[in-house]
């Protein structure tokens, strides 16, 4: 599976950005739960948001619940990552995941990515104040 993140760029704060992921596979995403991860300069990989088709679970952040919104379109082989009334604390490189044990989304946030099995290069998401 290759993944390739995009929509990443320079906003305001307060401004909106929508990230995609698009697989590259004989499966479609409902083979595998998705995630979305950041990592800041100078600081480790955090989960975002992933979501889980079989059961349409999602789960996010505790610092992004009611900003971020994560979804997908099996049709396209894309997840998206909506991002609303970005902050300054939001900039980070963005990369999305695979995780092809359709983890629970709860368990994906625990493991930090490491139960991930494949991952797509990072988009830059850079929030001005």
């Known amino acids: 599976v290759q993944l390739q993140a995009s929509g990443g760029g320079l906003v305001q704060t307060g401004g909106s950005l929508r990230l995609s992921c698009a697989a590259s596979?004989?499966?479609?995403?409902?083979?595998?739960?998705m995630g979305w991860f950041r990592q800041a300069p100078g600081k480790e990989r955090e989960f975002v948001a992933a979501?889980?088709?079989?059961?349409?679970?999602?789960y996010y952040r505790d610092s992004v619940k009611g900003r971020f919104t994560i979804s997908g379109d099996d049709a396209k082989n894309t997840v998206y990552l909506q991002m609303n009334s970005l902050k300054s604390e939001d900039t980070a490189v963005y990369s999305c995941?695979?995780?092809?044990?359709?983890?629970?989304?709860?368990?994906?946030?625990?493991?930090?990515?490491?139960?991930?099995?494949?991952w797509g290069k990072g988009t830059l998401v850079t929030v001005s104040s």
């Open positions: 596979s004989g499966r479609t995403l409902s083979s595998y739960s």
């Open positions: 979501i889980r088709w079989r059961d349409s679970s999602t």
């Open positions: 995941a695979a995780d092809l044990h359709k983890g629970a989304p709860l368990n994906i946030a625990k493991t930090k990515g490491y139960a991930m099995d494949y």
